[in-house]
């Protein structure tokens, strides 16, 4: 069985950094990022819906430049499980908020840095402003997944976070981690 890939491999009018895609997507947080339709779906709701069934797989044949973006915040969203897990105690939903949005802005390394683990399936940016404006949409996109996360985790209700997500922090997509 196949792993499952990003529907936007194919739009059209996309500005890419390298080989990767920056998709528009909804966001409350100012950025770089083109602004989705509210109506539709956009990365960040794909990358949450596949994350689960995505994170069984160790292998993952990248199929287009969005699937090169999900990997990122699929593993993105795998280093933030491991990060509430390794709390001495249960966050609360703002605790979370508060790990996650810290995580998100923290320094990572991107495409083309010495220490960015996927390296040999990612183009490095052309020149510095490409890595710039890379670098601002990463942490746009990281903010606004940090954010729709916690409210996937603690939508039930009871304060703590659902177990059907937590279950998979220690499953590992690809074997890899972005090093968080």
Known sequence: MPAYHSSFNEEPDVRFVGNLSLLPFKSKIRGPAPIADPASLDIIDETLDLFRANSLFRNFEIKGPADRLLIILILFISDCLSKIASSPKVPTQIEATKLLNTLAVDNFPIPGDANFQLNAHYATPSNRTEADSLRQYLVQAR??????????????????????????????????????
């Open 143 to 180: 903010q606004e997944t940090a954010g729709r996360l916690v409210e996937k985790l603690y939508a039930d209700g009871t304060g703590k976070p659902s177990k059907w997500w937590m279950c998979f922090t220690k499953r590992r997509f690809m074997n890899r981690s972005l090093g968080n």
